[in-house]
């Protein structure tokens, strides 16, 4: 009999490539200024009911509006929480190859997240549009941090990082009682950070800052658990880390080791974690994960390109994770979203199905349900 409680076997991290029309009208909106946001919006509204239906058909259990009303999986979220804006600059952060766009966030005021946070409604509509489990995927704590230079950071109290933390933790965890007012009893929170700093030139850049890496890392943890330590019992959190995924590329790499034991500590249920190149390192800090009801999403399927993964290849993948971790702790997931911006991968709307196809029959095949 299959589940509708998280966790499942089967998921996917959350975003979608944005259809066409959503495309042009946000095209229209933010550069043409040719149309009103209530038009926008009445794009958004027809398109997503279609995604949604698209994912069930897929035959998974659990859906999301594919961030189709963000422009970026993280900063859209960050500059509507009260005390940080966003700001377009010159240049952009570097990946492979390629530079994001020159938007960044800057703390100006006390950070707080408002009760009327757009994104309770986002997930409200979602719910309102399926028959599974809605989901909705935030960026995690982390991001309020990492990617906030100490330069963009004004309010004089938040010069003590204790006070930092203490006050970005408290911003989730206000947000997670709110999302669980609005009906979400599945959250994911997209703390990619913690792989960040498995990099070395990224743990430099932080030691550059002031920061010791590994100290890092035990904070950001901590602020996971602080987030996350007054959900209701019958609210599933979820959280997801990858290396980077703009347009197909990529802006860090490294194995987990140096922050397994941190991540596997925050008390999250579900753990969705890249693993479809090399660049994730090996599968050994799987073992780190407590014996228990908690579930690592293995990311062997990529959705940074459009190739298909053999079925074989993956069933060998988990027959080597279960050599750390039990299988019954295991699913399966992309390594990240299909279009963590905007932009989205190098890959087609046909492409796209087909993978989340591959997930499902991937759990079917290995645990008889997705």
């Known amino acids: 009999m299959t589940s509708h409680i998280p966790p499942f076997r089967a998921d996917h991290v959350g975003s979608l490539l944005r259809p066409q029309p959503v495309v042009e009208a946000r095209h229209k909106f933010f550069v043409e200024h040719s149309i009103s946001a209530e038009t926008l919006k009445e794009v958004e509204d027809t398109a997503i009911p279609s995604l949604i239906k698209m994912q069930e058909d897929a035959g998974l259990r ?65 719910a309102n549009h399926t028959t599974v489990t809605p989901k909705i995927s935030i960026p995690g704590p982390t991001c309020c941090h990492f990617r906030t230079s100490p330069d963009d950071i004004t309010p004089p109290e938040y010069k003590d990082h204790d006070a930092l933390f203490a006050d970005i933790a408290a911003t989730y965890r206000k947000a997670v009682k709110k999302f669980y007012e609005a009906g979400c009893r599945y959250l994911q929170m997209d703390d990619i950070f913690f792989a960040y700093l498995c990099d070395p030139k990224h743990r430099a850049a932080k030691e550059a800052e002031g920061y010791d890496a590994d100290q890092l890392i035990d904070r950001y943890a901590w602020m996971m658990r602080e987030a996350i330590k007054e959900r209701p019992q019958d609210m599933v959190i979820g959280m997801h ?68 993964e053999k079925a074989d290849w993956l069933k060998a993948k988990f027959d080597e994770a279960s050599k750390y971790v039990d299988l019954d702790q295991l699913g399966i997931a992309p390594q990240c979203g299909f279009a963590s911006t905007e932009e989205g991968n190098a890959i087609t709307y046909d492409d796209q199905r087909r993978k989340l196809d591959l997930v499902v029959q991937t759990a079917q095949a290995i645990w008889g349900s997705v």
């Not at 659990?62 to 500059?79: A, I, K």
């Open 62 to 126: 659990v859906v999301t509006d594919g961030e189709t009303r963000r422009s970026f999986w993280h900063y859209d979220f960050m500059g509507m929480l009260d005390g940080l804006t966003l700001e377009e600059r010159d240049e952009g952060v570097q990946f492979a190859g390629v530079k994001l766009r020159p938007i960044f966030p800057t703390i100006t005021g006390k950070l707080d997240f408002p009760d009327d946070h757009p994104m309770l409604e986002h997930f409200k509509f979602v």
């Open 241 to 308: 880390m990858c290396r980077g995924n703009f347009r197909s590329t990529h802006a860090a790499e490294g194995s987990y080791d140096a922050a397994a034991e941190a991540i596997f500590s925050t008390g999250v249920d579900i753990f969705f974690l890249e693993y479809d190149t090399d660049r994730a390192g090996g599968l050994e800090p799987l073992r780190l994960l407590p014996k228990g009801k908690q579930r690592i999403m293995a990311g062997f399927i990529t959705t940074k390109t459009a190739e298909l």
